[in-house]
């Protein structure tokens, strides 16, 4: 095999599958490290948010990309609601409840998706894309759009974190909780923050995932173990950790191919949280261990 | 001159358990108060108790005139008191300028005479202004938990052990800064267990045992005191 | 014979409460004992019931198995292939935080269900296995329905009262210690990961077990047989109704819990078609909320934790609050 054919086939996918899970995993990173839980409804989140674009795509008949904040807006919206009725009375209690909780609400989501779109496959578009050739890289239009838009929405996010008020309260309520509150931060704002960023980009990771490949019931929830991957291969707490651990899950994934029987993708980020969990646990970029 | 701490017979703790019995401590205007006292006195948890974090259940705690017992940190913080814990006091992975800037959380506005007093009080933390405050020495570390309580500039401020773990030669540049800050007008309450050093430099003192008062003073009265001595100074 | 309809069923609703009740009491050593989270409840579960089926099975070209043996040796080896997964995730995992365990233990469940679907020479993939031998099968129905009855109630009586000796004695409360207070149970000497790591074999081994006597009772079992996320938070809702901590809880909640899911079954399937698939997801839906509410108006279940012999872990980290924790 060529080195193009490993280019076009193994290293751009995983690149693009890769900037999904980091969708992910920065949201994960986020709230594993300002609210301290390992929030397992992430994934059907983000297939929430994919039916909500679709919703957009069939009732307003426009382009996903028109769609993809308003899925965004909703899911930020539903991320603080679930927070409000299902998390926030936990607070108090050892976070390990939340974590049950989340479980709970994992189901929950994706019991709504299930009924309100039912369980067939869907796609926003119907027809096939033929990839742009650049320079033998082939490469779809929604393909790159996926990559920029991750690094977009992740410059701003960084952006936001390291420049503005409420971003810095994040990051202390991330570093020092007890300091930040007595420093006079309020938590509940930083909360709702924190939910509602969570919420887009979980939103966003759906979106792509549905736009490069099909929305169905299921793909959050399997895509919940590489962002966890990503996240704690990344360093829980660093943003760009979690970039990071994106590309170098959702590349892994795509090379095990060569030497895996394909069933055993899922298998590749399991194996990297396990190794990362035994040798490494604090992540490339010495994030928190909770 | 009305007193700017003011907390009479304050009994509480954490639990169900009372660790002050009755506890009563004064700061005038511009003045260092010590509280020294053997291990499991109470001292860190009379400090605490001003600042909201326990449970109170008797006595009343006045800020310049207010009354705020019972209420919570961010209120307290609003009353113009500020606390520097003993451990965990720094952002570690924010810069020493956005440690400050955190300290000045709840003010809003112009912040530029509030940083040129912090830098004027610790000319070491400004040339380290962009360092990580995890990546400061011990000493560094507690100026950068000072500055940020100072970032507000209270009335009262709280310090829990500030000299902790720190080499002599800190611990006398700490002593100084609380000198210096206090000049500019803030009374400063801090806890010591380093009785004879602090008492020496302290404008007043008092020495707690067992959760309640046992004597007080000026800092040579109290050094002065055998019985005092013979408690833990160790002679 | 409407009266032996009921009876057959209510027979059937049995030997499942009892199976489920294994597996509670699997979670109950985890968590309730021991605070360690398992989201992978499904593929212990799963495990089980293939080293079972693989054991037990006569000869079939195309797959391995063809052991042929005792059906007692098969649960044997349930239990110990169940737990010989648990070591090395719990070996990883247990330095840490529980958190990363639910994340290993949801990764483990999906792998081993990955390995069940693809794996044909181990598993024959998604035919599944077929022809599992059951205890006292050759009786007409209703007897032999009755005499499986028995048997998954006598193992469930004895990993009861093996599991209440292990709460009362010095290794149960250890556990609780160790649950309740880790560092205090730390500077007392105690090797904490290692306590920690039996009570996750233990569990995991008992959850094996659960899924053989599953097995057998089946007879056919296929990769669709579970569906792994609701049966692992059936569970959980059933141990966390029931009370954490309390073995005779986790088998009331189970029975409810279990009555409530199969009784809506009932209802839901009587729907026209098009209402039933919905209403499928309605019943998901649904006891996912339980749980919500259990958590918020009763955490300690219906039967709590017996007091003065240890807290539930919420209430022992209630108490010891730090006065500035997070909000």
Redesign the interface.
């Known amino acids: 095999m060529g080195a193009m054919e490993i280019v076009n086939f193994y290293l751009v996918p995983g690149i693009v599958v890769g900037s999904i899970y980091a969708l992910g995993a920065v949201g994960i990173t986020l709230v594993?490290a300002i609210l301290?839980?390992?929030h397992?409804a992430h994934g059907d989140l983000a297939t929430l948010g994919a039916f909500l674009a679709l919703a957009v795509v069939t009732l307003g008949g426009v382009s996903p990309y028109v769609a993809l904040p308003v899925a965004m807006a909703v899911t930020a919206a539903v991320a603080v609601g679930i927070d409000r009725?299902?998390y926030a009375?936990?607070?108090?209690?050892?976070?390990?409840?939340t974590?049950?909780?989340s479980?709970?609400?994992?189901?929950?989501v994706?019991?709504?998706v299930?009924?309100v779109w039912?369980?067939d496959s869907q796609t926003y578009t119907r027809g096939i894309v033929r990839p742009e050739n650049w320079f033998g890289i082939r490469i779809r239009d929604r393909e790159l759009i996926t990559v920029l838009a991750m690094v977009g929405l992740v410059v701003a996010l960084q952006l936001f974190l390291k420049y503005s008020?409420w971003g810095?309260?994040m990051?202390?309520?991330?570093?020092?909780?007890?300091?930040?509150?007595?420093?006079?931060?309020?938590?509940?704002k930083v909360?709702l923050l924190t939910w509602t960023i969570v919420g887009a980009l979980c939103a966003a990771a759906g979106v792509f995932l549905g736009l490069n490949y099909e929305l169905k019931a299921m793909m959050g929830?399997s895509m919940?173990?590489p962002m966890?991957a990503a996240a704690?291969l990344g360093g829980v707490g660093r943003v760009e950790g979690a970039v990071l651990g994106g590309l170098i899950v959702g590349i892994a994934e795509e090379m095990s191919a060569l030497v895996l029987?394909t069933?055993?993708k899922?298998?590749t980020?399991?194996a990297i949280?396990?190794l990362m969990?035994?040798v490494r646990?604090t992540g490339l970029l010495k994030g928190k261990?909770? | 001159m009305s007193d700017i701490l003011d907390m009479r017979d304050v009994v509480g703790g954490y639990g169900e358990a009372d660790i002050l019995q009755g506890v009563t401590l004064r700061a005038a205007p511009s003045e260092i108060v010590v509280i020294v006292g053997p291990n499991g006195a109470g001292k860190s948890t009379a400090m605490k108790a001003i600042f909201g974090l326990l449970h109170v259940r008797g006595g009343t705690i006045r800020v310049d005139g207010a009354d705020v017992t019972g209420l919570e940190p961010n209120r307290i913080v609003e009353a113009g008191v500020c606390y520097v814990p003993q451990v965990n006091n720094v952002f570690r992975e924010m810069t020493v300028h956005e440690n400050l800037e955190m300290g000045a959380f709840l003010r809003s506005g112009d912040l530029s005479a509030a940083y040129d007093r912090v830098y004027a009080l610790f000319p070491d933390l400004k040339e380290r202004r962009k360092a990580l405050a995890g990546n400061l020495s011990g000493g560094q570390r507690q100026m950068v938990a000072m500055g940020r309580a100072l970032m507000l500039e209270p009335k009262l401020l709280l310090l829990d052990e500030p000299t902790a773990g720190l080499s002599p030669k800190y611990m006398e540049q700490i002593f100084q800064i609380c000198r210096d800050v206090r000049d500019t007008g803030v009374t400063i309450l801090l806890v010591e267990q380093h009785a004879k050093q602090a008492l020496a430099f302290a404008d007043r003192g008092y020495v707690l045992a067992s959760g309640a008062n046992r004597h007080e003073g000026t800092g040579a009265e109290l050094l002065a005191d055998e019985d005092v001595a013979a408690m833990f100074l160790g002679g | 014979m409407e009266w032996l309809g009921f009876v057959n069923y209510a027979v059937f609703m049995a030997i499942f409460i009892g199976i489920y009740a294994l597996l509670a009491l699997g979670l109950n050593i985890q968590w309730g004992y021991t605070g360690l989270f398992n989201a992978g409840i499904a593929g212990f579960f799963a495990v089980g019931a293939y080293t079972s089926a693989i054991l037990t099975t006569p000869f079939v070209p195309g797959r391995v198995g063809g052991f042929d043996l005792p059906v007692p040796v098969g649960w044997l080896g349930a239990m110990v292939a169940a737990g010989l997964i648990a070591w090395p995730i719990g070996k990883i995992c247990l330095r840490l935080r529980s958190d990363y365990l639910a994340i290993a233990t949801i990764g483990v469940a999906e792998i081993i269900r990955l390995v069940v679907k693809s794996e044909g020479w181990l598993t024959n993939a998604a035919r599944g296995i077929t022809n599992i031998p059951r205890p006292f099968g050759d009786l007409a129905y209703t007897m032999s329905q009755l005499a499986y009855l028995a048997i998954v109630a006598g193992v469930l009586l004895a990993a009861y009262l093996l599991v209440e000796r292990q709460f009362a004695s010095p290794w149960g409360r250890m556990m609780r210690a160790i649950r309740d207070n880790e560092d205090a149970a730390r500077a007392m000497g105690k090797d904490v990961p290692y306590r920690r790591l039996e009570a996750f074999i233990f569990g995991s081994a008992l959850m094996g077990l659960g899924g053989a006597l599953f097995v057998h009772f089946n007879r056919t079992i296929t990769p669709e047989a579970i569906d792994p996320m609701v049966a692992t938070f059936l569970v959980w809702i059933m141990l966390i109704l029931g009370g954490s901590g309390n073995n005779r809880g986790a088998i009331l909640g189970v029975a409810v819990v279990w009555i409530i899911w199969s009784v809506s079954e009932i209802v839901t399937d009587r729907l026209p078609h098009e209402y039933a698939v919905k209403a499928k997801y309605l019943r998901v839906f649904l006891i996912g909320l339980m749980l919500q509410l259990v958590l918020r108006f009763r955490p300690e279940g219906l039967l709590p934790e017996p007091r003065g012999k240890g807290r539930r872990p919420e209430a022992a980290a209630q108490g010891a609050r730090p006065p500035a924790a997070s909000d």
């Open positions: 594993f301290r839980y390992a397992l009725t299902f009375y936990l607070r108090e209690r050892p976070k390990i409840v974590v049950m909780a479980l709970g609400v994992a189901l929950m994706r019991a709504v299930q009924i039912g369980v008020k810095k309260a990051r202390a309520m991330s570093d020092n909780p007890d300091l930040a509150l007595l420093s006079g931060v309020d938590n509940r909360v929830w919940l173990l966890f704690i029987p069933e055993y899922a298998a980020a399991f949280l396990l969990l035994l646990p261990v909770l």
